[in-house]
């Protein structure tokens, strides 16, 4: 099981970009993908995950209203605008089952990760 993920890099403030992840490898009927993030010196947290027929969606409290993500032809995209520099770290695309459970659960159970890509957002 591969995730590709692709996107990020460095943005000012106010600006935006878009992470993608491609999933692969087996079958992701039944599960949710989706985004962690790790900035420096703190605990990997739960962004935003989407099941994978698109009929749910779930976002942290901190990029609801900002990031918005979307699946299309097998690809999960997270579009991220208005970025603030709070939002500076590593994305990790994620797959397992009930991404509903995600934030409460935490990272450290999560199935498949893809490799991370980093995102800067300067002031």
């Known amino acids: 099981v591969q995730l590709q993920a692709s996107g990020g890099g460095s943005v000012q403030a106010g600006g935006s970009l878009t992470l993608s992840c491609a999933p692969s490898g087996r079958s992701f009927s039944s599960y949710g993908v989706g985004w962690f993030r790790q900035a420096p010196g703190k605990e990997r947290e739960f962004v935003a995950a989407?099941?994978?027929?698109?009929?749910n969606k779930y976002y942290s409290n901190s990029v609801k209203g900002r990031f918005t993500i979307s699946i299309d032809m097998n690809t999960v995209y997270l579009q991220m605008n208005n970025l603030k520099p709070d939002d500076t770290a590593v994305y990790y695309c994620?797959?397992?089952?009930?991404?509903?459970?995600?934030?409460?659960?935490?990272?450290?159970?999560?199935?498949?990760w893809g490799k991370g890509t980093q995102v800067t957002v300067s002031s």
């Open positions: 994620a797959a397992d089952r009930l991404p509903s459970t995600w934030e409460r659960l935490g990272w450290r159970d999560i199935q498949y």
């Open positions: 989407i099941t994978w027929g698109g009929n």
